[in-house]
């Protein structure tokens, strides 16, 4: 895909590209509009340069407020599938994993299910693992779940419910060398509502 991407001149003014830069937040913005009808707020841009730069992040935003997760993923695959039009990057891009994939922790399969449907609309291939959709594999005599997490490599998240983080499925899964190196990141959706109405009652 050709995107109208910051020039490299401009790119170069920094000693070091960071995605968390100024530069590196324009071309995130540019990079996500492609997919998604929307522009980015400041704080998106923010916690995606981070995510890309390889930190790790705690973000508390009200519900359906950021999406951080997805656009970052968004602007990750798009970095990973055309890296051609980013030569300027290709040192950048080359650590990026070939297929990277993203697990996403979810507290409810209603939740999983929700994101899901979003994540199609910007054509993410999506799996989603907790016990309902592994007992239908089951019985609709599908291949078991977690081996096709680990043999699609167009699959770009797979979101989990908590209680498979404890499953020798899971664990197998994460000893497959070809799987793990394909994980970038792993997000997990956590809903802080009793904690705070906890607090407010001290």
Not at 135 to 152: G, I, S
Not at 170 to 198: P, Q
Request: charged share 20%; aromatic share 10%.
């Amino acid at each position: 895909m050709n995107t109208d991407t910051p020039s490299e001149n401009a790119l170069n003014q920094y000693s070091h590209f960071s995605f968390e830069s100024p530069p590196g937040h324009a071309l995130i913005s540019k990079i996500v509009q492609c997919y998604v009808p929307c522009v980015p707020h400041d704080y998106v841009l923010e916690g995606v340069g981070k995510v890309l730069d390889g930190s790790d992040l705690v973000a508390i935003t009200p519900t359906g407020s950021g999406k951080t997760g997805y656009m970052a993923f968004t602007a990750l695959r798009e970095l990973s599938a055309s890296p051609e039009s980013y030569l300027h990057l290709k040192d950048i891009i080359k650590k990026f994993p070939k297929h990277p994939l993203m697990l996403a922790i979810c507290p409810t399969d209603y939740l999983e299910y929700q994101m899901e449907e979003n994540f199609a609309r910007i054509s993410l291939n999506i799996l989603v693992i907790n016990n309902d959709t592994l007992q239908a594999a089951r019985l609709n005599k599908h291949p078991e779940l977690w081996q096709q997490a680990q043999d699609n490599l167009s699959l770009s998240i797979i979101l989990i419910s908590p209680e498979q983080l404890k499953s020798k499925s899971y664990e197998a899964a994460l000893m497959n060398d070809r799987f793990y190196e394909r994980i970038y990141a792993m997000t997990v959706d956590i809903f802080w509502s009793g904690v705070w109405g906890l607090i407010e009652l001290k």
